[in-house]
């Protein structure tokens, strides 16, 4: 079975400052997703990122970016430039490819601070 | 285009009644997953539908069911309720299996 191991519970983070907050997963797989949610207060989670393990390039969107390493088992998430609205709880999650059933890790709250 | 909707928000029982929440995914996905979310075992994975059948289940007991139908909207039903069914329920519809989720607000379930 896939486990997902966010070692940090707690993190902040000074506004406008960088942040990387960690991810490490267990599988066999070869072919697999990994996906970073956020979850605000409100509750609703929203899609950060995802990265194709077959690909090598690391994924980013606007201030979000990954480091995906492979060999490693290692995902970790980079905010560039926080801000007060990524204040939130920060899940990392492993799908297998064709299985869909997500994978997540127990989660990261991150504070930013003005 | 209209995100996910759960409904209720919030719902408040008490042990043994049964409780069905209720998700509606985006127009146009046809498969919806359920989530359990609860601050000691996190996010767990009920169940997933597609085409209205069920084609993933996660390792939770029999109370817990759940179905979809012909225009991808999905309930599901937790029957004799415990104390530790109290949870966050998060709906989650994609396009197509494999595809990436997008989540609903979820369901305040509070068991008294």
């Known amino acids: 079975a896939q486990t997902v191991t966010q070692s940090q519970p707690e993190m902040s983070v000074q506004e406008a400052e960088t942040v990387t907050l960690s991810c490490t997963y267990d599988?066999?797989?070869?072919?697999?997703?990994l996906f970073w949610y956020k979850q605000p207060p409100s509750r609703q989670m929203i899609l950060v990122i995802r990265q194709e393990a077959y690909k090598q390039q690391n994924a980013t969107e606007n201030r979000f970016s990954v480091n995906f390493q492979k060999a490693a088992k290692s995902f970790s998430l980079k905010i560039s430039d926080s801000q007060l609205g990524d204040t939130a709880m920060y899940f990392c999650a492993f799908m297998k490819q064709g299985n869909t059933p997500l994978v997540f890790g127990k989660g990261t709250r991150l504070s930013v601070i003005a | 285009k209209a995100g996910v909707t759960q409904t209720p928000r919030y719902l408040i029982k008490t042990r043994g009644q049964q409780v069905t929440l209720s998700c509606s995914p985006i127009s146009g996905h046809r498969s919806v997953s359920w989530y359990q979310q609860t601050p000691g075992q996190g996010l767990q994975f009920l169940f997933e539908y597609f085409s209205e059948t069920q084609r993933n289940k996660g390792n939770f007991p029999g109370r817990f069911s759940g179905r979809q139908f012909s225009n991808s909207r999905s309930e599901m039903n937790v029957s004799t309720l415990e104390l530790g069914d109290s949870a966050l329920y998060l709906c989650a519809s994609s396009l197509a299996v494999y595809n990436e989720q997008f989540f609903g607000p979820g369901t305040r379930l509070t068991v008294l």
């Open positions: 599988t066999s797989e070869n072919n697999y997703y």
